[in-house]
């Protein structure tokens, strides 16, 4: 069977990640927030009323479309567990030695069992096609219709979005703030590290990160598959 060579970028909705933008292949161009938690479950009655209320506000304030993202990812604890070797390997008391281990043995089975998971939320802000002045209304109707970005200079799309996004931004951080949750735009590299975590999973911890077209090739490479037939 013939080498399979190819990316897994051919395959994604997206163009570029520049500038702490996404720009994808229908000429959209959005901005990404990262929203904190909070604990709902640790408050009072009145404090979730609340809350409730304020978020409820939140959305009835937007005169523009969001899309809310969560993220879910196994929770690793091997930095944790490995602290733990090292406590327990520089203590000289035995009992402080066998209380570590017990510990760290509770820890890796509890993890293990229960499927402890990190979870992330986003809120994705989007300038369309027709917003920037390069699509028609087929790209508003048709989600599948593309627009050729190699036609166009990506620095006026650029400023125009960011002039389009920017409010729509500070809008959301400010009220979200207001109910105790800290909002941020993911940068470029943040939004480049997300997308090889979702294609990668397990292999971008402590991945380096750069401007998009810093990279002299894929920044998502398949596997070369090798089959052969009995």
Do not use: C
Request: hydrophobic share 40%.
């Amino acid at each position: 069977m013939p080498e399979i060579s190819s990316s897994t970028q051919k395959f994604t909705d997206i163009f570029d990640i520049t500038n702490n933008l996404l720009i994808l292949n229908d000429g959209s161009v959005s901005e990404i927030i990262e929203v904190g938690t909070i604990n709902f479950g640790l408050l009072s009655e009145e404090e979730q009323d609340a809350a409730i209320y304020a978020y409820a506000g939140i959305l009835n304030s937007l005169n523009f479309p969001i899309q809310i993202v969560i993220k879910s990812k196994a929770k690793d604890v091997t930095n944790y567990l490995n602290s733990l070797v090292e406590a327990e390997n520089a203590t000289t008391n035995q009992s402080h030695r066998a209380q570590i281990a017990r510990y760290r043995e509770f820890i890796r089975t509890w993890v293990k069992t229960s499927n402890i998971l990190d979870k992330s939320f986003f809120v994705v802000i989007t300038a369309s096609a027709l917003d920037l002045g390069i699509g028609t209304a087929k790209n508003v109707f048709n989600s599948t219709a593309e627009v050729n970005l190699d036609r166009y200079e990506l620095a006026p799309i650029i400023e125009r979005a960011t002039g389009i996004l920017n409010p729509m931004r500070d809008h959301l951080i400010s009220q979200f703030g207001r109910i105790g949750l800290f909002a941020n735009q993911v940068t470029t590299q943040e939004i480049i590290k997300l997308f090889y975590q979702s294609y990668n999973p397990g292999d971008a911890e402590g991945i380096g990160v750069m401007e998009s077209q810093d990279f002299a090739a894929p920044i998502i490479s398949a596997n070369v598959v090798e089959s052969k037939l009995e």
